[in-house]
Each structure stands twice: as structure tokens, then as C-alpha cells.
């Protein structure tokens, strides 16, 4: 494919309805060196813009957020051309003014996850990212803009703080959170924002709020909670849904070339050639494209 494409990573719910907005559909199973994606890849025309979808937790919603195979899925986007990538994910909230139902463009993370492989070059070489500003403020500044025009509730930047799970917080930790200067808490976020930098794309994070985390004290039973969050999540993703198609159907300029992201990887890697796996490189050879 040799068109620049905008890639879309989305959770269950969200693939069928993303499915509605694009023609020529298409679909594609893509191995790569770190196996196979989490589902297949459905392909089309999406607004302005040629697009790729992924089921970041598998059909069926078979992979929870630790075995989630977060590089192979990085990998088989930018194989496929992916220059671009919208980050999709529900998220609870640690601020009372993030509210349940709203979007929040998010701008930075703390990391908390442990047992996730969160680089492409283990046993390759040693590559270092800069990775102080861990999503693409161009691309964030360009979402701003339309959540503003088209007047969904945004919040524009957030700190996502991204635990292992799957288990949620103890109140003890999501009161540790907010204390560290956390926003919202999640378990998806990374290594999939690090293996984007790696891979030179251009990567946004659109937060869908579930509920307030357990920091704040929900009234009523879990059935009635479980029905809140649900109906939460519903109006999220609906937002969601509008925002990222008013994105695709804009004029803005979302596949630039000359970003720093799709440069991540000029001065990054370290080692002597003579040091490096000339096989292993050779497999990654698609990332430095």
C-alpha cells in the first residue's frame, strides 16, 4: 500500500461501528517478526483519508492488557503504511472536572506496567527514543482544533497513568495517583505510545471516561454502577465516533513528513554497526522507513 494511511486502534465495541464510516472495505491478516496482530486489519476509504483499523484486545475480546500483542500490531500498521495513528480507550477519571461520558486528548503518561515488552530492538541494538513528550503535540493541537469547531466535550491534554491490571486500583493507589499528578488511569496506553515512537508514527491518545476511579466513592450497588459505566462508555464512544470522523473528513494536515515523531529514529540508535544484528535489523527494516 503505498499510499500514506491514518491507522485507528479502537477496543471491541468499537470496530464494527468504525467499519460503518468507510468504503471499499477491505480486510488483512499480517504477520510479523513478533507474531501476529491481534486481529485482522480492516482496510478502506475513511473521509479524506485512507484508513486502518485494528481490535487492539482480539475478536471476542480474547486479550486482556497485558498479553494484548501490542508490537506485532504497531509493526503490521506501519507495514501497511501507517504514518498516523489514532489511539482509542476507555480510561477512569482522577479529577473531579474530568467527568464521566467526556473525551480528554491525552498528553502524558506514567508508566506503572511490568511485564510488558515495550521495544522492538531487544537483542538488536540499542535504541534510544526521546520520549519527553510521549504523544504528537502537532497532531493533539490539530484534534483541539476540531473538538473546539465541532464543540465536543474535550478536555485537551491529561495524565494518563497506565497500570498493569487486569485487576483495578485499590482506593489506596488511586489516591496515590491523583497525588502524583495523574489525570486518568488506564491499562493500554503503553508500551503502545513508546512502539509508535519506535516505529516513527505520528501518534494521538483520545481517552473515552468510564467512570471516576475508586478514589472518589460511588453510591449505589455494582449492578447499578456496571449500568452507569455502560451507559458512560456509550456516550463516550459516541462522541468519539463524531470527533474522529469530522477528523478524517477535514482538511487538516494529519500525514506530515516532516514531524519529529516520523524522525524518532535519526539519532536513537546507539550501538557500533559492527555491534548490531545485521539479521535482526534487517527484519525491522520496515520501522525506519
Same mark, same amino acid.
Given at each position: 500500500?503505498?499510499?500514506?494511511?491514518?491507522?485507528?486502534?479502537?477496543?471491541?465495541?468499537?470496530?464494527?461501528?468504525?467499519?460503518?464510516?468507510?468504503?471499499?472495505?477491505?480486510?488483512?491478516?499480517?504477520?510479523?517478526?513478533?507474531?501476529? +496482530?491481534?486481529?485482522?486489519?480492516? $482496510?478502506? %476509504?475513511? @473521509?479524506?483519508?485512507?484508513?486502518?483499523? #485494528?481490535?487492539?484486545? &482480539? /475478536?471476542?475480546?480474547?486479550?486482556?492488557?497485558?498479553?494484548?500483542?501490542? +508490537?506485532?500490531?504497531?509493526?503490521? $500498521?506501519? %507495514?501497511? @503504511?501507517?504514518?498516523?495513528?489514532?489511539? #482509542?480507550?476507555?480510561? &477512569? /477519571?482522577?479529577?473531579?472536572?474530568?467527568?464521566?461520558?467526556?473525551?480528554?486528548?491525552?498528553?502524558?503518561?506514567?508508566?506503572?506496567?511490568?511485564?510488558?515488552?515495550?521495544?522492538?530492538?531487544?537483542?538488536?541494538?540499542?535504541?534510544?527514543?526521546?520520549?519527553?513528550?510521549?504523544?504528537?503535540?502537532?497532531?493533539?493541537?490539530?484534534?483541539?482544533?476540531?473538538?473546539?469547531?465541532?464543540?465536543?466535550?474535550?478536555?485537551?491534554?491529561?495524565?494518563?497513568?497506565?497500570?498493569?491490571?487486569?485487576?483495578?486500583?485499590?482506593?489506596?493507589?488511586?489516591?496515590?495517583?491523583?497525588?502524583?499528578?495523574?489525570?486518568?488511569?488506564?491499562?493500554?496506553?503503553?508500551?503502545?505510545?513508546?512502539?509508535?515512537?519506535?516505529?516513527?508514527?505520528?501518534?494521538?491518545?483520545?481517552?473515552?471516561?468510564?467512570?471516576?476511579?475508586?478514589?472518589?466513592?460511588?453510591?449505589?450497588?455494582?449492578?447499578?454502577?456496571?449500568?452507569?459505566?455502560?451507559?458512560?462508555?456509550?456516550?463516550?464512544?459516541?462522541?468519539?465516533?463524531?470527533?474522529?470522523?469530522?477528523?478524517?473528513?477535514?482538511?487538516?494536515?494529519?500525514?506530515?513528513?516532516?514531524?519529529?515523531?516520523?524522525?524518532?529514529?535519526?539519532?536513537?540508535?546507539?550501538?557500533?554497526?559492527?555491534?548490531?544484528?545485521?539479521?535482526?535489523?534487517?527484519?525491522?527494516?520496515?520501522?525506519?522507513?
Amino acid at each position: 500500500m503505498a499510499e500514506p494511511v491514518i491507522g485507528i486502534i479502537g477496543g471491541t465495541g468499537l470496530g464494527s461501528a468504525v467499519r460503518e464510516y468507510m468504503t471499499d472495505v477491505s480486510s488483512e491478516q499480517v504477520d510479523t517478526p513478533f507474531g501476529s +496482530a491481534s486481529d485482522e486489519i480492516i $482496510l478502506g %476509504k475513511f @473521509g479524506n483519508y485512507r484508513a486502518a483499523f #485494528i481490535n487492539r484486545h &482480539g /475478536s471476542g475480546h480474547k486479550y486482556s492488557p497485558s498479553r494484548v500483542p501490542y +508490537a506485532a500490531n504497531i509493526y503490521a $500498521l506501519k %507495514k501497511l @503504511g501507517v504514518r498516523t495513528l489514532i489511539s #482509542i480507550g476507555a480510561v &477512569g /477519571s482522577l479529577r473531579e472536572q474530568i467527568q464521566p461520558g467526556q473525551l480528554v486528548l491525552a498528553d502524558q503518561f506514567i508508566d506503572k506496567t511490568y511485564s510488558r515488552a515495550n521495544t522492538f530492538f531487544d537483542g538488536a541494538a540499542a535504541v534510544h527514543c526521546e520520549f519527553s513528550h510521549p504523544t504528537c503535540d502537532r497532531l493533539r493541537a490539530e484534534f483541539a482544533k476540531i473538538t473546539t469547531q465541532q464543540k465536543f466535550n474535550t478536555h485537551n491534554g491529561g495524565c494518563y497513568v497506565c497500570m498493569e491490571g487486569p485487576q483495578f486500583s485499590t482506593r489506596a493507589e488511586s489516591l496515590m495517583h491523583r497525588s502524583w499528578g495523574g489525570d486518568l488511569i488506564g491499562m493500554t496506553a503503553l508500551p503502545e505510545a513508546k512502539l509508535a515512537r519506535e516505529a516513527q508514527i505520528c501518534y494521538v491518545l483520545l481517552c473515552l471516561v468510564s467512570d471516576y476511579d475508586c478514589w472518589k466513592e460511588h453510591s449505589g450497588d455494582g449492578e447499578g454502577l456496571l449500568a452507569e459505566i455502560l451507559a458512560n462508555i456509550k456516550q463516550a464512544t459516541d462522541n468519539c465516533l463524531g470527533l474522529v470522523n469530522a477528523v478524517m473528513n477535514s482538511q487538516a494536515e494529519f500525514l506530515s513528513n516532516d514531524c519529529t515523531c516520523r524522525k524518532s529514529l535519526e539519532k536513537a540508535l546507539w550501538t557500533n554497526p559492527k555491534q548490531q544484528d545485521e539479521e535482526k535489523i534487517r527484519k525491522l527494516s520496515v520501522l525506519f522507513k
